[in-house]
């Protein structure tokens, strides 16, 4: 499984950004997909995610800003951030849940990573 994640860059605060995520070498129509982030000197943490069957959760700080999506026929995983803040600045991860069962909420319940595309919101 590949995933290649892009569509990162530099915004001001309050701007937008839509990142994106491709996959291949796998069912992709059946995995629950998600996007993680790190910010520097931070550990990992969750964004949001989607089901096979397009059920989404998001963290709450970014709920009612992004939005997650998926287009199976492309598969491909986007990530609409709107109203982005300083804090949003991290590199974001997508990633496939493949066969774990852990947390769908926790990067150890995902399988299959992509590398990573920088966000940076200046103030």
């Known amino acids: 499984v590949q995933l290649q994640a892009s569509g990162g860059g530099l915004v001001q605060a309050g701007g937008s950004l839509r990142l994106s995520c491709a996959a291949s070498g796998r069912a992709f129509v059946r995995d629950d997909m998600a996007w993680f982030r790190q910010a520097p000197g931070k550990v990992r943490e969750f964004v949001s995610r989607i089901g096979w069957s397009g059920s989404t959760d998001y963290a709450d700080s970014v709920t009612g800003r992004f939005t997650i999506s998926r287009d199976n026929a492309k598969s491909s995983v986007l990530l609409q951030m709107n109203s982005l803040k300083p804090e949003d600045t991290a590199v974001y991860y997508c990633?496939?849940?493949?066969?774990?069962?852990?947390?769908?909420?926790?990067?150890?319940?995902?399988?299959?990573w992509g590398q990573g595309t920088l966000v940076t919101v200046s103030s």
């Open positions: 990633a496939s849940r493949g066969t774990r069962v852990g947390s769908r909420f926790s990067e150890y319940g995902y399988e299959y």
